[in-house]
């Protein structure tokens, strides 16, 4: 049941604040609204607000609508038929500016993306984001080792500019370049002083094969291990590095004089280490500190005594840092979800990643167990792609609807009622098909 409950908890936010949206735009341009519905069908519960609108929850929990008080409505939608005041029934959608009902359509998936920033802001504020450090531990392109002088222990820094710094942003680059025919530029950093060159790369239809895109990573021509960099993220409160002056976002820059790249350097040094204190090089907010920290002693798993230094990485964020990288996220994200779109539809990407309603649920059920904040995580990635999907030049969606406001001013008039009729018509085909081919995808996925 944890599956069902949680796809419902999941598309019913996602659904209600979307339409949201749609409905306090439109309030604040004084359009009527007949009702705000969360799921399709028949309606199981509703209460009327002071301004005639009906609130109700109906029986179909996929979808939901804002019903607009139109010029059409009483002719086609006779459940909704009530009695207006002279003021509501002048109130109609037609009779707004188109700016205003613009900014109704767009209301939708700006609020899908507010929320988008909103949850991941709070999951940056509330955890601990672990940093990595790209490093290059082989190479396996024969055009690589012949044309260039790329080391193993260079680190990967960016892709056609793009700044990577983990394997999630390397492999949305790396996708959004799929069917690419020409050049892709690496960035690399090398050594002490981080010195940076590029290495340009010849490819041909790269990543043509779907299978190649379920591990882009593993078709650079070069091979990478995700180390991770020597920043404090959380200082265990019992141990002697809680007392020393260490303190969370602190870089480690070397110990005992011995420099360190990685987290990994930190723990080789201490596997050999016999002394009791650790004297630290840092860096903490451009400025460099040396500390001793004292080691702290705890029993291992076989009960021997063993020294530790009471610390794990990662990168603790203010607020507004917090807030900044949710707001950059969303944005990234939606550039990359639209770039996707148009490559599943050029066929440079395969759809095997497409789901539908019962991937949804899959997900959802697979999140909701492993935890709050993936659960919250699932949520914004979903309300990121609602909000890009939306505004596509679909009829039906929010972005068709723009595209008829687009046609209107151009026109001078609304289109005529049978090309009108038509455009609805090929959208819902559309949709539809669309969602028949996601729901064999997700059935695939299960033979």
């Known amino acids: 049941m944890i599956y069902f409950f949680s796809a419902i908890v999941l598309l019913g936010v996602l659904i209600a604040i979307h339409e949201f949206g749609h409905f306090i735009v439109g309030r604040m341009c004084n359009i009527h609204i007949y009702r705000f519905s969360i799921g399709m069908g028949p309606v199981v519960y509703k209460k009327l607000d002071k301004h ?22 009483n002719e086609e939608e006779l459940e909704l038929q009530q009695p207006l005041t002279p003021e509501q029934n002048q109130n109609t959608f037609e009779s707004k500016p188109k700016w205003q009902r613009a900014l109704v359509m767009l209301a939708g998936p700006t609020a899908n993306f507010i929320l988008a920033v909103g949850i991941l802001s709070l999951i940056f ?13 082989g190479i396996s392109s024969e055009y690589i080792q012949n044309s260039s002088d790329l080391k193993p ?38 050594g002490p002083g981080a010195s940076k ?19 882009p990573e593993n078709f650079m021509g070069f091979d990478l291990v995700m180390k991770l960099q020597p920043t404090v993220g959380v200082i ?60 702290s002693v705890r029993s291992n798993v076989n ?7 009471g610390i794990m990485p990662g990168l603790k964020r203010s607020f ?16 990359k979800t639209l770039t996707f779109v148009g490559k599943m539809v050029t066929r440079d990407l395969g759809t095997q990643n497409l789901s539908g309603p019962i991937g949804i649920v899959q997900m959802a059920g697979d999140t909701a167990k492993a935890g709050f904040m993936p659960f919250l995580y699932l949520m914004a990635l979903l309300s990121i792609s609602l909000g890009v999907l939306n505004l596509l030049p679909i009829p039906v969606l929010d972005g068709g609807q723009l595209v008829m406001l687009g046609i209107e001013a151009v026109r001078g008039s609304p289109m005529p009622e049978k090309m009108e009729n038509l ?18 995808n997700d059935i695939s996925k299960f033979l």
Do not use: C
């Open 153 to 190: 222990g260079d680190v990967l820094t960016a892709i056609n500019d793009k700044t990577v710094s983990s394997l999630q942003d390397i492999r949305l680059e790396l996708l959004s370049l799929s069917g690419t025919n020409g050049i892709i530029d690496f960035t690399f950093t090398r």
């Open 320 to 335: 507004f840092a917090s807030l900044s990288k949710g707001a950059y996220e969303t944005y990234n994200l939606s550039v």
């Open 197 to 215: 060159y590029t290495l340009s790369v010849p490819v041909k239809n790269y990543l043509s094969d779907p299978e190649e895109q379920n591990a």
């Open 125 to 137: 504020v509330n955890s601990v984001e672990r940093q990595f450090i790209p490093e290059v531990s």
């Open 423 to 440: 455009f609805y018509m090929s959208g819902w085909v559309a949709v539809g098909f669309l969602m028949i081919f996601a729901v064999f």
């Open 303 to 309: 009960g021997e005594e063993e020294k530790y230094i």
């Open 52 to 73: 005639g609108t009906e609130f109700a929850l109906s029986a179909l929990p996929l979808g939901g609508y804002v019903a607009f008080h139109t010029e059409k409505v």
């Open 236 to 295: 265990a409160p019992d141990s002697e590095a809680a007392k020393s002056g260490l303190m969370v976002n602190d870089r480690i820059l070397a110990v005992n004089s011995q420099s360190i790249r990685s987290f990994e350097d930190l723990r080789l040094f201490l596997e050999d280490y016999q002394g009791s204190d650790l004297d630290f090089k840092v860096l903490r907010n451009e400025q460099t500190l040396y500390l001793n920290v004292p080691l």
